[in-house]
């Protein structure tokens, strides 16, 4: 190592992984509502859109109302947000969140998943985000650059874009689960940044199997939504979902896309049928599919990068 022993790299990694993991937090509870904002919904008009009219299709009636009404009082605040404004503060009583109270996981079990002011319980997700962030950075500093002696610049670079891979699959894994919704503020940087890695990182892959990667992904999508919508009439897939396939062909390549894309296939079809048979889910329902697009690109890149 530089400067550090191994032991110190790997709890370093891990620190880095809960800070970031934190911020990946406020993403997936602002990114959706900054959206909402954006196109200045009403509730009226909320309930029109095509947002809501695909939730509402893919849920339960009873559950539908029952969901579409948190996500409206959730939603439905005049506050204006960004990224960075206003401090975090508890949904329920609106108190801010003061700084002792926002140590990634720590505050969540002293407080024991409730507000300080009004006891209301924290979801689950947040210290749920923050783990799997940690111990992901610390997994990747070990395959990436524990195996060698000497951490070189090439590692380190690679460290780093992994990780940014890492931590945009995490924002846009849960806010894909929770709302159906890709955020293009998180595909099309997600894109950009594969081709760059490609650039500075050729042993990876060369930068034109990235731009053609990116492409075949998005046209193969694009594709059978289209067919899809011919023969079904309706929307089977999301538009985000073939945003998102371009963005990851292009950290994946060319050669790589078509395995991500089965695999997302096959894991989407075992949960469905496994939902359907636990009676969880009925035939008409459709499932986000970012998640195993996610999943699929993961399991691509530890076993073609990484081992
Ligand atoms: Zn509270």
């Avoid at 959706?32 to 695909?54: A, N, V």
């Amino acid at each position: 190592m530089l400067f550090l022993t191994k032991f110190e790299f790997l709890f370093f990694s891990g620190l880095y992984g809960l800070i970031f993991g934190s911020f990946i937090n406020v993403l997936i509870y602002r990114i959706p509502k900054i959206i909402i904002h954006e196109y200045d919904l009403t509730i009226f008009d909320y309930f029109k859109s095509h947002l809501t009219i695909r939730l509402a299709r893919s849920i339960e009636p009873l559950k539908a109302r029952k969901k579409i009404r948190n996500l409206i009082k959730s939603t439905n605040d005049t506050q204006k947000y960004n990224v960075f404004f206003p401090s975090s503060y508890c949904p329920k009583c609106k108190t801010s969140i003061r700084f002792f109270d926002n140590i990634p996981i720590i505050s969540y079990l002293i407080l024991r998943g409730k507000c300080r002011t009004c006891s209301s319980s924290i979801g689950v997700t947040y210290p749920a985000v923050e783990f799997i962030s940690m111990m992901g950075s610390m997994g990747l500093a070990y395959l990436i650059v524990l195996d060698y002696d000497f951490a070189n610049s090439r590692l380190i670079l690679n460290l780093v874009f992994f990780n940014i891979l890492f931590l945009f699959s995490i924002a846009m894994f849960v806010i894909d689960c929770r709302f159906k919704l890709l955020p293009d503020a998180l595909t099309f940087p997600l894109g950009f940044l594969g081709i760059i890695f490609c650039t500075f990182e050729p042993s990876h892959i060369e930068i034109n199997e990235s731009i053609f990667g990116g492409l075949i992904g998005f046209l193969v999508l694009w594709i059978l939504f289209w067919l899809y919508k011919f023969f079904s009439g309706k929307e089977g897939l999301g538009r985000g979902d073939i945003k998102l396939t371009g963005a990851l062909g292009a950290w994946v390549g060319i050669s790589n896309i078509m395995d991500v894309l089965l695999i997302a296939s096959l894991l989407g079809l075992l949960t469905s049928g496994l939902m359907i048979s636990l009676n969880k889910h009925s035939y008409k329902q459709t499932i986000a599919f970012g998640p195993f697009l996610i999943l699929g690109t993961h399991f691509v890149m530890i076993k073609e990068f990484l081992l």
